[in-house]
């Protein structure tokens, strides 16, 4: 029997056993093992990814997924794409991004609605045919003489799943779990790793101003602590703690009267978890919601809506259990977070304490008609940040992140600032004050060791997980964004099928081929490859005159600028090497820059004449994109060699013009 008819009984089993559940009363029938090539544990973003690479790379697949949705945290509410530097963002992850960018009319799109972002994975799915199982929790993992040779899962019904290859994209890490491979949960000590943002810190983000009394009868400890502050007494800055920071939901509300939903009391509904968010506000007397909520707009008038200021979304302190939990306790927990949002936002919009005007700001959002149809129009994903962390064969820290340590195996790149939100809500001096929140930004794209996304030799043999990756707790508050767990599913994936035809462990796998594969980018690229200039490239780019070098904010490590208005002529030409002749549309990234001129001029030379093009200000104030943007030039007939070239100058203009990358896309 074929591997993919195998796949087909089993699923037709399971079907069977599901209508036995029906008609037949508590019986469940367990359906044959599936055996497959790769078995990818996960229905996140990085497995459907990593599901529709296996296949791509003609290997037999199943996504076993535990939840009823795909996608995680991307389809869960997570619109407004954190990423830092999209030259870190290559292959599918990338493609996913365009295809985005396709759906609003953009060559890629960071900034999108939940249902856009399912419709676009299951689009892999479905093109791939790759076999999904949902509503699966694993259950065990058979493993012999250091190699997984089955796992059980539990959904409908129980069923085994053998496999050469375990991929866990899991948030939790549960399959690295059963199998035995070592892995932590909170913060190290600053010592153990040498680093300096790691363990206990209280900082000034996201942080109490001086003077919030933390007692239900303020200036009387004996009365007690109000909800949602802890008891214990603070350590000592970098100690490391077994403490997870704070989890919450992305939120998609909408703001169209056709599309609304009013928020309404959940039920369970207590207001006085909110007693310190009104002394808060009599403290700080904002505006509008701002200071409070992460307001991100979405297309057609919706919301991504994360953390923000002291007390927000983040239910901080209340996620301790999560890692290590039942699925039972998972569930509790995801539900009192849930009945805490809503509460908030409900607590916001109709609380008479709450001042007028924010009230009247949050009425004005709903729940969306059209998003969660099945879920109540609300998220099924919570926002986990961090969980487990696999203790493997490489230690991703602070020294990568800054660039101090860099690694040769590569299989994908970071650009996150380092990024930890709180950990607990406790009295110091008298007052309330969050600890554990940690922002640095500015880090320029570093390489993600393949051996961080393996066990070591001695734990698993046959086991990559992209996701709960080995890194300590500040470097991986660098590395858990979106699309760089979909970068990585699909090096796993290929690092899985390397390893299958090598017929190796995934140890000993050739990570030049893994390499060289990735960079080759065979499932997205067409015939003939993308061609990027960047400005830092010294073989295909001319600079004249003197512009400034910055190293944040822009494509890649450094972008120019100058800020001389013409006063002295200068100029930017990228000249790409064209190996195949052909049309080929043309970008200019353009960065969000304060100051930038709304009138940049840019020369575009086909190799027989040359076209003027102006980068308008409204060119580079398209909803949709986090930072800055690929920017249109039009489509050339350009000859092979490197007679062809695209200039930016700066005659005509009035403020800041920006020279940092051009890309010549082949149609």
């Known amino acids: 029997m074929k591997t993919s008819t195998k796949i087909f009984s089993s699923l037709k089993w399971g079907l069977l056993g599901i209508c036995g559940l029906l008609t037949a009363g508590p019986m469940v029938y367990a359906a044959p093992p599936v055996e497959v090539d790769i078995c990818v544990y996960g229905g996140t973003s990085a497995g459907v990814i990593a599901a529709y690479t296996a296949k791509q790379l ?28 999209k030259y870190a963002i290559t292959g599918l992850s990338r493609d996913f991004y365009r295809r985005i960018g396709k759906h609003y009319g953009q060559l890629e799109q960071w900034i999108f609605e939940p249902g856009v972002a399912e419709n676009i994975f299951q689009q892999y799915i479905r093109s791939a045919k790759v076999p999904v199982l949902y509503e699966y929790n694993i259950s065990s993992a058979q493993k012999e003489n250091g190699y997984i040779r089955q796992i059980e899962i539990k959904g409908a019904d129980t069923r085994v799943v053998k496999a050469k290859m375990f991929i866990d994209c899991s948030y939790e890490g549960d399959l690295m779990a059963k199998a035995g491979i070592p892995y932590t949960v909170g913060r190290e000590a600053n010592s153990q790793y040498n680093e300096t943002y790691n363990g206990v810190q209280v900082r000034d983000m996201h942080q109490f101003p001086d003077g919030i009394d933390p007692y239900k009868i303020p200036g009387k400890p004996e009365s007690g602590l109000l909800w949602g502050i802890s008891s214990g007494t603070l350590a000592a800055q970098g100690s490391g703690d077994k403490f997870v920071q704070a989890y919450n939901f992305r939120i998609c ?17 207590d207001p006085a978890k909110y007693e310190l968010l009104i002394r808060l506000l009599e403290h700080t007397k904002p505006k509008n919601l701002s200071p409070m909520l992460k307001l991100d707009l979405m297309p057609n008038g919706k919301t991504d809506i994360n953390n923000k200021g002291a007390f927000s979304t983040d239910m901080i302190g209340m996620n301790y259990n999560y890692p290590e939990a039942d699925y039972a306790t998972r569930r509790k927990i995801i539900h009192d977070h849930e009945v805490y949002t809503k509460g908030l936002l409900y607590f916001i919009g109709h609380d008479q304490r709450v001042p007028a005007h924010l009230r009247e700001e949050m009425l004005t959002w709903g729940y969306p008609k059209d998003e969660y149809k099945d879920n109540g129009h609300w998220s099924p994903q919570m926002y986990v940040r961090e969980v487990r962390r696999m203790i493997g064969d490489y230690i991703m820290t602070q020294a990568n992140c800054e660039g101090r340590e860099k690694v040769a195996d590569g299989v994908g790149m970071a650009a996150y ?8 809500r406790i009295v110091i001096n008298g007052m309330v004050k969050n600890e554990g929140d940690v922002e640095i930004g500015n880090l320029s794209p570093y390489p993600i060791a393949y051996r961080a996304i393996i066990p070591k030799s001695g734990d698993a043999k046959n086991v990559l997980v992209p996701v709960c990756l080995s890194a300590s707790h500040i ?37 030049k081929k893994i390499q060289h594969l990735l960079t080759m980018d065979p499932l997205v690229n067409n015939s003939t490859p993308e061609i990027l200039v960047d400005d830092n490239d010294a073989a295909h780019v001319t600079i004249t005159g003197d512009w400034k070098t910055l190293t944040h904010g822009g494509y890649g490590a450094t972008f120019l600028t100058d800020e001389s208005k013409g006063a002295v002529a200068k100029s930017v030409r990228f000249t790409p090497e064209v190996k195949k002749a052909g049309k080929y549309d043309v970008y200019t990234y353009v960065p969000r820059l304060p100051g930038l001129d709304g009138n940049m001029q840019v020369k575009v030379n086909d190799g027989r004449q040359v076209t003027e093009k102006k980068v308008t200000a409204a060119a580079v104030k398209v909803l949709g994109q986090t930072s800055g943007e690929w920017v249109n030039l039009g489509s050339y007939d350009l000859p092979a060699g490197s007679s062809a070239y695209v200039e930016i100058d700066n005659h005509q203009t009035g403020g800041i013009v920006v020279a940092d990358a051009v890309l010549f896309i082949p149609r």
């Open 475 to 511: 470097a991986y508050g660098s590395i858990r964004m979106e699309p760089v767990f979909m970068v990585l599913g699909q090096s796993a994936a290929t690092a899985a099928a390397v390893a299958i035809d090598e017929n190796r462990s995934v140890q000993e796998a050739d990570v």
């Open 58 to 85: 003609h290997k037999s697949v199943i996504l076993v997924s535990p939840d009823k949705h795909l996608g995680g945290l991307t389809t869960g509410g997570l619109g407004y794409t954190d990423i830092g530097n």
């Open 417 to 424: 600032g380092m990024d930890s939100h709180n950990c607990q």
């Open 253 to 269: 509300l909408s703001n169209q009267p056709n599309n609304r939903i009013p928020i309404t009391a959940p039920e369970g509904y």
